[in-house]
């Protein structure tokens, strides 16, 4: 099974200011088809999980433009250009490329200073 | 626009069996792959299981592989999941996801429980 590992796992932010969240798998997630299947979930505090960035780079409809993801083979991240409070919450990656099971990481707890 | 509502959630003895269930619109169901996600209090996502488009096959996790069913019924746009001899490690939210590879929907959850 491919683990997904996630730091920090806690991020406290100033309002305003960048913030980045790293996450790392234990083999490539480069398909065969050549797509690489990494997605960042967000969940607020009480709510479902959404989708924020899939297959890396892609950011969902409705989703602002302060969040960006980046990178390849087995090292990516999430970046939040500048933190609003509405960013509050619970941050995951997860892969869909080696499966099943589809595996998440562990989470990254994002709240304010 | 897309829903998925989950329902059939409740207390549950060890041991005991509980059917969740999915009710899905705003898109064609019967063109999308579906999966159940679970989220124990306070801890993180775990995928529990995928069923394909047509229903024909599904896959799950090897925690739940053997006990738990997931199935779908096309013509009624639903999608299930059969939990059999339930532990106490299955308390969970149960959200009902939807995509392959997509994950880019999901409902808001049912709450298992498993309590004597």
């Known amino acids: 099974d491919v683990v997904m590992t996630q730091s920090p796992l806690s991020l406290p932010v100033t309002l305003g200011q960048p913030a980045s969240i790293s996450c790392r798998s234990s083999q490539s997630l480069v398909h065969s088809d050549g797509n690489t299947y990494l997605s960042w979930f967000q969940q607020r505090p009480g709510q479902s999980p959404r989708r924020l960035i899939y297959k890396v780079s892609n950011r969902d409809s409705g989703v602002s433009d302060t969040f960006s993801g980046s990178g390849s083979g087995t090292n990516f991240t999430l970046k939040i250009s500048r933190v609003e409070a509405e960013d509050v919450g619970v941050y995951y990656c997860?892969?869909?490329?080696?499966?099943?099971?589809?595996?998440f990481g562990p989470g990254t707890k994002v709240d304010i200073k | 626009q897309v829903q998925l509502v989950e329902s059939g959630g409740g207390v549950v003895q060890p041991g005991g069996s509980l059917r969740l269930s999915c009710a899905a619109s705003g898109f064609t169901f019967s063109g999308y792959g579906m999966h159940w996600v679970r989220q124990a209090p306070g801890k993180g996502l775990e995928w529990v299981a995928f069923i394909r488009s047509d229903g024909s096959i599904g896959w799950y996790a090897n925690s739940v592989k053997g006990r738990f069913t997931i199935s779908r019924d096309n013509s009624e746009n639903t999608l299930y999941l059969q939990m059999n001899s339930l532990r106490g490690e299955d308390a969970a939210v149960y959200y009902c996801v939807k995509g392959t590879r997509d994950f880019d929907n999901w409902g808001q959850g049912t709450l298992v429980t498993v309590s004597s």
């Open positions: 997860m892969q869909g490329t080696h499966w099943p099971p589809f595996t």
